[in-house]
């Protein structure tokens, strides 16, 4: 199918379903699907926002505003994933019970209003990596409209700024539990390392970043074609000092830049399917 085709196909999907509750973070794909949902059913569209430590204040700001600007109905929750029995150990499946909690959640919001669907933002490429919380969103009945529809990433940029979608050229952002090598036990002063060392290279201008927590080593991902930047004496100086006052001996550079599930690299297709099964 070419866009044209494939964004009618979105319409249509999501006009079939009558009213959603849409699990929004404020991010390029969901942010996408909840002003297409809104567009095409009006009023019987919320979005609904989880509040937890893995969820940096700054994003779940922008949602607010996001759906705020849309009009649409928002509802913030709390799904504390550390409050999870086994999440804290950093599982190889991991967002699976991530994900099952959120999207039980959001149901319980769309039964409370009599909402008939829950949604989610996942889109076509998320078939091609490993993703365990698609299974619970199997398992729980959520429809991902994006999906379905077959809009990649570059897809739901290209439309959003042909919508004025704010977050058309947003940088990709992941939960940040994601920053952890499987095993590595995640608890709530690391992800608050994390959130301050991201939003330190946000500042000095960096925009697509992840700094990945190996315990006493911060290994920083930034985008191949602003790797260029990092190489200045100032910038340097300022981040290693920097990430040492927030906890890490070491602050690293990856060399090949961000790429997304750079986690995932270590994995086999065995302990995939293995965890995808569950």
Request: proline share 3%; with cysteine; hydrophobic share 35%.
């Amino acid at each position: 199918m070419n866009l044209a085709d494939k964004y009618t196909r979105l319409k249509e999907i999501i006009k079939d379903l009558e009213s959603v509750t849409i699990a929004f973070s404020g991010g390029v794909d969901s942010t996408f699907l909840l002003k297409v949902a809104y567009d095409v059913l009006g009023d019987k569209v919320i979005a609904v926002t989880a509040r937890s430590s893995t969820y940096p204040e700054r994003e779940y700001n922008e949602a607010i505003q996001y759906a705020k600007d849309f009009g649409v109905k928002h509802i913030s929750i709390v799904s504390e994933e550390l409050d999870i029995e086994g999440f804290s150990k950093n599982p190889v499946n991991r967002c699976y019970y991530c994900k099952h909690e959120l999207f039980t959640k959001v149901r319980e919001v769309a039964d409370q209003y009599g909402y008939k669907h829950v949604l989610d933002g996942s889109n076509f490429d998320d078939l091609s990596d490993f993703r365990p919380g698609m299974h619970a969103a199997k398992e729980l009945n959520v429809i991902s409209p994006l999906k379905e529809a077959q809009l990649t990433k570059d897809d739901i940029r290209q439309l959003s700024k042909e919508l004025a979608v704010p977050t058309w050229n947003k940088p990709a952002f992941a939960c940040l539990s994601s920053r952890f090598p499987y095993g590595n036990e995640i608890t709530t002063e690391k992800l608050k390392m994390v959130e301050l060392a991201e939003q330190f290279l946000m500042d000095l201008g960096f925009r697509q970043i992840r700094v990945r927590h190996h315990e006493n080593i911060a290994r920083i991902e930034i985008a191949k074609e602003e790797r260029v930047k990092f190489f200045d004496t100032d910038t340097m100086d300022k981040v290693g000092t920097y990430f040492k006052e927030i906890g890490f001996d070491y602050a690293t550079l990856d060399l090949l830049g961000y790429r997304t599930g750079s986690m995932n690299e270590v994995l086999t297709e065995d302990i995939k399917s293995k965890n995808l099964s569950k």
